[in-house]
């Protein structure tokens, strides 16, 4: 068992505090949810794993140094306003993302270019059912 010095574990706190959303990158068990499944964070132990709650119901906890996750961007008010900003304008259908982007960055809606960069699949929900993931 791999051992994590008091910092690391504060740090990991930190980072992923409950009600951080995560995503399954990689997880070397037989029992692991798919990859890329989405869970919520429910606290991190004292060995460093982090305890989830997956959306698929699974409860398998991500083990420190070994599994991998990514942080899932919540799409926050400010993004919201601003794709529905850029929306209002007709100015472009809202699945060309690069124009999308550049309408964005025009107007100075520099958080919606940096969403657009690693949440395309999370836009594209919102665009076509109006709820953020």
Excluded: C
């Amino acid at each position: 068992m791999r051992m994590i010095r008091p910092e690391q574990l504060k740090r990991l706190r930190e980072t992923y505090p409950a009600g951080t959303r995560v995503e399954l990158v990689q997880m070397d068990d037989t029992q692991a949810p798919p990859i890329g499944t989405k869970g919520t964070v429910t606290g991190v132990d004292d060995t460093g794993s982090l305890l989830v709650d997956w959306d698929n119901g699974s409860g398998l906890n991500v083990i420190w140094g070994i599994d991998v996750v990514r942080k899932v961007a919540a799409m926050t008010d400010t993004i919201r306003s601003q794709i529905l900003a850029i929306r209002d304008t007709g100015l472009t259908n809202m699945f060309d993302i690069p124009m999308v982007q550049r309408l964005a960055y025009d107007r100075g809606y520099y958080e919606l270019v940096t969403y657009l960069e690693d949440h395309r699949k999370e836009y594209a929900h919102f665009i076509l059912t109006g709820e953020a993931e």
